[in-house]
């Protein structure tokens, strides 16, 4: 069975200074690993993902994630944090196996980022 | 190009009844998938839609079930209500010739069971 876990329920960061964001994953095999953002009554827009290759995956809006395999972690970060990133991200994993080759996600339980100016 | 959209977006419905829910894909997709986000968690997998038919489910009693119509449209049937539920319930739309890697997701409808 796949599941995604991120650890913190809220991340506080002043504008301006780094923003991580943790996820951990479990999966049989090589994983797809996705970062999702919701905003208030809205639906979760894509920002990135991982497939294959570059560990490093950039994606919308200054963000980027860091696929570490010995770890099984795929943390998303941004240089520099702005007031309009406040936010809730959640992290998805689907496996690559038969059974998930159709796209179920699994997400994690969402971490809300606070932006302050 | 229109994204992912679902009505109603809000719903208030009463323990017992059935509810019914509707969502068009993004403009050439093909595939359309089923969240339900509970208050305070993340999207749980409902099932999976491609060419009319269930593809692939998710942990959800039978009381759940979908359709797919011909211009890949979608509904999500919802029988005999319970409080649990209430929850924001998003679709997701994807491509089959793409490797379904990138999911859309519509704004969602928000269904309160009272």
């Known amino acids: 069975a796949q599941s995604v876990a991120q650890p913190e329920d809220q991340v506080n960061v002043a504008e301006g200074n780094p923003l991580t964001v943790k996820c951990t994953y479990s999966v049989s095999g090589n994983p797809y690993l996705f970062w999702y953002v919701q905003y208030p009554n809205r639906g979760l827009q894509f920002l990135l993902k991982?497939?294959?290759?570059?560990?490093l995956v950039k994606g919308s809006y200054g963000f980027e994630a860091e696929f570490n395999k010995s770890q099984t972690s795929f943390h998303l970060k941004k240089p520099s944090a702005l007031v309009s990133d406040s936010a809730l991200y959640f992290c998805a994993v689907r496996g690559r196996a038969a059974a998930d080759s159709w796209g179920k996600l699994q997400f994690g339980a969402g971490t809300q980022v606070v932006v302050t100016p | 190009d229109a994204g992912v959209t679902q009505s109603p977006t809000h719903l208030i419905k009463t323990r017992g009844q059935q509810v019914t829910l509707r969502c068009s894909p993004k403009s050439g997709h093909d595939t359309v998938s089923w969240y339900q986000q509970a208050l305070g968690q993340g999207p749980q997998f409902i099932f999976q839609y491609y060419e009319e038919e269930e593809r692939q489910r998710g942990n959800f009693p039978d009381r759940f079930s979908g359709h797919q119509f011909p211009n890949y449209s979608s509904e999500l049937n919802v029988n005999a209500l319970l409080l649990g539920d209430s929850a924001l319930y998003l679709c997701?739309?994807?491509?089959?010739?793409?490797?379904?890697?990138?999911?859309?997701f519509g704004p969602g409808t928000r269904l309160t069971v009272t």
């Open positions: 997701a739309s994807s491509s089959s010739s793409g490797g379904i890697y990138e999911q859309y």
């Open positions: 991982y497939i294959t290759g570059d560990n």
